[in-house]
């Protein structure tokens, strides 16, 4: 199996008023070909700014401070700009925003910006580019694609433009595919639709999903593999069924919990104590053990390093020995 | 079939057809333009054209108006009504030329400080303090004593002092537009920056120029108006609105020969109040929430 997407030890760094802080630390995964990969964690865990890194979409106050991040084996932190504008970014990689109704150019035309999409990367004329256009605009379910065509992006509801913007991302068949909440925006049905159309689209094109979210329910319906982050960290990692079936680190425990079921009686949802703590004062040792029911004294003290435990690599003191100590 | 266009223009267009002002300002600018084309063959006489009193060698200076002269003549015996037809022509181009320099250089700072930040944005701020300190009236005395005095001075002082509102104006929208979702996504797509800048960046902000170029034609007339009025501006003989009103300093002419003054003022008045009903017209036009 081939990795489309190899993540390796990224940090990275925003400058505050307040001093300068790691959103995301030494973070490492990857991607395979043709795999839905999940990252799941609340606001502020770093899920976010890992995949606008990915995509070289840092704000100006951050900067990647350290890893590697290879697009179809290639290191593109270490590739001169323009060579990543023009041969990675909407060729290799491409992404879908969580926003359908401000991620589109309000003044262009829908098909204008899916083919701006292809030519900038493939040399083509028009007519060969507006042919690709339309009939992405019909994989992706839009109905009278001619008609949609012409039209402008506040022309369209919401579930449409998400369609829109997935055509655009898919149009030059990228590897790899970041889809950042991107059904968050939407209501229920929609959301169900949207994420049917990825996964049939996935095997179309041939393409890996990065998938970042908060919705577990959505990871258990379409992910392959999970990223559990919690500030800034990868806590846990492994195939998404060993994640549900036994999750490893108490975070994980704790937001499998908190996953409201048909067979639930109480009537209070489960929670997580506390909550996550501002990038500018996180705890020593583990950054969770504030919140973790089976904290020990050492979790104050020092970070806990990964441990593989079965198919899961979790960071915690509890698996130090490869599986789990009750001491 | 009536295809009915939607863009944001096409929306524009239809809020600004139903303003009334907008109209009345638009067809008043309209027939002043119509004036200056054509004032080679609506003007009876030419600008610089001298009369006598007739038998005599002596100008016939301050005639009041006749059916020979519609609007009288000035103090060396021209027919103030071509004058004031040719000196639209003048008037006219020096707000235009003038505006579209200071536009095409506010623009261009504005997107490049806005865009790129930092220390571009720094350096191209601290010109524009520079050059809003500048005291306009006395650059363009001495530019006036020291070169011969042209049209085209008047044209690029104008245009080289009114860049800083647009400039300004332009930066904060690209503060703004360059936050919102369609930028990142555009770079995400491994669009080029010269791409976005143009691409995407400055469509979407070309609503507030249009806008800032209306009200910038209006004060530019004004301001070569005061310039001429005040003989720094367009020279002798070549007629414009501004110089035109020169003569109103004379007391006497004031008081007593309205006809030399009023025009001139009045046509001044008229167009810039008509430009500016152009400009409040596009500004609802463009603005989302009406």
Redo the contacts between chains.
Sequence with gaps: MKTVLEVKDLSVRFKTEEGSFHAIEKVSFDVQEQKTLAIVGESGSGKSVTSLAI???IA?NGSITGGEIFIDGEDILKMPR?Q???S????KI??I???PM????????IGDQIM??IL??QKMDKSEARRIALQTLKQVGIPSPEQRFK??PH?LSGGMRQRV?IA?GLVTKPKIMIADEPTTALDVTIEAQILNLLEELKSTYRTSILFVTHDLNIVADIADDVIVMYCGQIVEKGPVVDIFESPKHPYTKGLLATMPSLEMDEKILPTIPGSVPNITRRPSGCYFHPRCASAMPKCAEQAPGETLVGNQRVRCFLYEDGEENNG | MLVKKNSFYDYAYRRFRRNKLAIIGTALTIIFLFMALFAPILAPYGPSEFFFVEGQNVYNKYASPSIEHLLGTDSLGRDVFSRLLYGARVTMMVALLSVIISTVIGTFIGLVSGYYGKFVDAVFMRIVDIVISFPVLFLLISISTIMEPSIWIVIFAIGFVSWTKTARLVRGEVLRVKELDYISAANASGSSSLKIIFKHILPNILAPIMVQVTIGTAQAILMEASLSFLGVGVQQPTPSWGNMLMDAQKLLVLRDMPWVWIPPGMVTLLLVLAIYFVGDGLRDAFDPKQ
């Design positions: 995509m070289q979409l100006e323009k990543v504008q023009h990675i970014l909407g060729k491409s992404m925003f969580q926003e401000t991620a589109l150019n309000p003044i262009l035309k701006e999409s900038e990367h039209q402008y022309e913007m655009m």
